[in-house]
């Protein structure tokens, strides 16, 4: 029931707001901890003067989040405390294992990059609709690149498929979405921008343990140092790992005695299988479906008690092409990712595997749809509502808070929608004439202002 309550309230969702590259993602969260005794924040170890910082590559502006953390100045003095701050971490690395000779090795002309600050703190000026990204992702070029590298590795993806019970056509739509089977190249050091992240900004206690990890990969020898390289949050190989998702989940599965997921196709499949299996994967049972609504349709069901696929059948739900849905038990949701003007899926729970490796709707609709593209499908069927127009950051704020102040909604703006404001928008929806799919739009934000 839990993961049905889960399945639910993440495939509910409607609006992606922020650009993927600026996410951070489940796959990407290490597991609980203890806590680490040294501290690297800035706020606690700060220099009595700020020493003249290198900020080659930054703005050298506050960043958007509001986090005191994300002003200039904070992260001058967070800059000017680096080495102290990476010295810290020292015996919490030992304490795993790695040497003083590897820490000084990788640590002792390490400098940040400065660089990250911006892109931490990137918000769009306007929400990115989700049909962009979608679009942008499953294209021809992608689709023919994604079979021809599952006819290349068919053995390894027999092999992966026969072990993990995990659809190779899903591991190949994660490798596509994630680094366009190899082609796109990060080249930024993982230590350095996981040590960067560590010391400055507002991530310090969740980077920390990826750069310490980080360290801990580089002392057992599995990746050679040059081939250590990633985005700018420290994901790295071809699906996009970070040091504690490799920690939980990379695998040797070509048996040369070697966890590599950059240079190794065979560890990369087998890994990513892993993690989907770690996360709920169930063998057999698809992501979704595309599906057509009945004219009645009630869409605060999408919000309602998550049921299974032979119920939402007998209320009139169909596939898209009006066959009959599976007499399925199966536990799924209803997903309007554009509103009622927009595809309508059935998510399973496959779906929120998906989202538990990313936890962006984009993310995993791009590659659920790569995935059935990859195994055969089609297109989905219904259009996007390509005129419908997004607000802007600001006006984002302005509809949380006019939804506040009708009694709507019960929580501060945060400029991010989640399920209340899916919520608070229906019931606004459903009181002015409007259909109450909790899509918000220009639209919606006009009629709040009247």
Known sequence: MRSAMLLLRTAAAVVCLAALSAQLSAKDKPAPAAANKSSGDASVNRPASAAPVDASGWSGQSGSSGDPTMTADAIKLATANFKKCIENEWPEAQRRGVTRATFDAYTAKLTPDLQIMDLLDDQPEFAKPIWEYVDSIVTDERIAQGKAALDQYRETFDAVEKATGVDRSVIAAIWGVETNYGKARDT???????????????????????????????????????????????????????????????????????????????????????????????????????????????????????????????????????????????????????????????????????????????????????????????????????????????????????????????????????????????????????TPDGFATATVLERLRM
């Open 188 to 434: 930024r050091p993982v230590i350095r921008s996981t040590a960067t992240l560590a010391c400055i900004g507002r991530r310090q206690g969740y980077f920390r343990e990826e750069f310490v990890t980080a360290l801990e990969i580089l002392q057992q020898g599995d990746i050679a140092p040059e081939r250590f390289n990633g985005n700018w949050v420290g994901a790295f190989g071809g699906t996009q790992f970070m040091p504690t998702t490799y920690k939980r989940f990379a695998v040797d599965f070509d048996n040369d005695g070697k966890r590599n997921i950059v240079d190794s196709v065979a560890d990369m499949l087998g890994s990513t299988a892993k993690a989907l299996k770690a996360f709920g994967w169930s063998t057999g049972q698809a992501w979704g479906y595309e599906i057509a609504l009945p004219q009645n349709f009630n869409y605060f069901l999408a919000s309602g008690p998550a049921r299974t696929v032979g119920r939402w059948g007998g209320i009139g739900v169909t596939l898209v092409d009006g066959k009959p849905l599976p007499q399925d038990k199966s536990i799924a949701a209803v997903l309007l990712p554009a509103g009622a003007e927009g595809p309508a899926f059935l998510a399973l729970g496959n779906y929120q595997v998906l989202l538990n490796y990313n936890p962006a709707e984009p993310y995993a609709l791009a590659v659920a749809a790569l995935s059935d593209r990859l195994r055969g499908g089609g297109p989905f069927v219904h259009t996007w509502p390509h005129d419908a127009r997004m607000l802007t950051a600001a006006e984002r704020f302005e509809l949380q808070d006019l939804l506040l102040r009708r009694g709507l909604l019960f929580r501060a703006p945060s400029g991010r929608f989640d399920q209340a404001t899916r919520y608070a928008v229906q019931k606004f929806q459903s009181s002015n004439g409007m």
